[in-house]
């Protein structure tokens, strides 16, 4: 049987903007790149265009529909909790966008579908810059500081936090024999704490340091 010139034309599209945003995510090395969201662009089309085909008399959008829900489960297994933040959810909404985008092409708006992968590798590659940006005037960091028990401490590192304009949370202290251990959520700017790590490190009394 021969498929007809319009569906192999959207599998070319799905394949090209597939590509173009799985390329970005693998040059970043995500963990679904440039295979992974290209092969969803596809199947998300595919879905669409058989959507309509099967369901054409009675509702060309209950097979398509169910694209939304199934992309919801492959988007949270790229989703993993770190130390102190969540990763992978930028991935996921990538992942989440790019069914969008399949299902764009597989309806035949394939020129939206290109606008809108076009705007979506500008918010990439724009908003990263950004947020570089931000994470040198204000990032989250964790430090845990190992020394012999004294009295008083923690407390002299925490008057270092403050004099080098860092705003931090005590999270967790504990002591052992004479050492004690001080855990600390730290927020300030690239520079105030590229000063206090480079303190601490030179401070003998420090056993251990985690930053």
């Not at 970005?24 to 679904?32: D, H, L, M, P, V």
């Not at 918010?123 to 950004?130: D, Q, R, S, W």
Request: glycine fraction near 10%; charge should be positive; proline fraction near 1%.
């Amino acid at each position: 049987m021969q498929l007809p010139e319009d569906i192999i034309l959207k599998l070319v599209y799905s394949i090209i903007i597939g590509g173009l945003i799985g390329a970005e995510r693998e040059y970043r090395s995500k963990s679904a790149g440039f295979r992974t969201l290209t092969m969803i662009c596809i199947g998300a089309t595919i879905f669409t265009i058989f959507s309509q085909i099967i369901g054409a008399r009675t509702s060309p959008d209950r097979i398509a529909s169910n694209v939304v829900v199934g992309i919801g489960f492959v988007g949270a297994g790229v989703i993993f909790k770190g130390d102190n933040r969540v990763n992978g959810i930028t991935t996921a909404a990538m992942i989440w966008v790019t069914a969008a985008l399949g299902m764009s092409i597989g309806a035949g708006y394939t020129l939206f579908a290109g606008i809108a992968c076009l705007s979506i590798l500008i918010v990439l590659y724009l908003f990263t810059k950004i947020e570089s940006l931000i994470d040198q005037v204000s990032q989250i960091r964790s430090y845990k500081i190992v020394c012999d028990y004294e009295n008083e401490t923690l407390q002299r590192f925490e008057t270092a936090f403050k004099e080098h304009h860092l705003h931090f949370k005590r999270s967790r202290q504990m002591k052992a024999g004479g050492v004690i251990t001080g855990e600390w959520i730290v927020k300030g700017s690239e520079k105030n704490h590229r000063h206090f790590v480079h303190n601490i490190l030179r401070d003998p009394t420090v056993k251990a340091f985690e930053f």
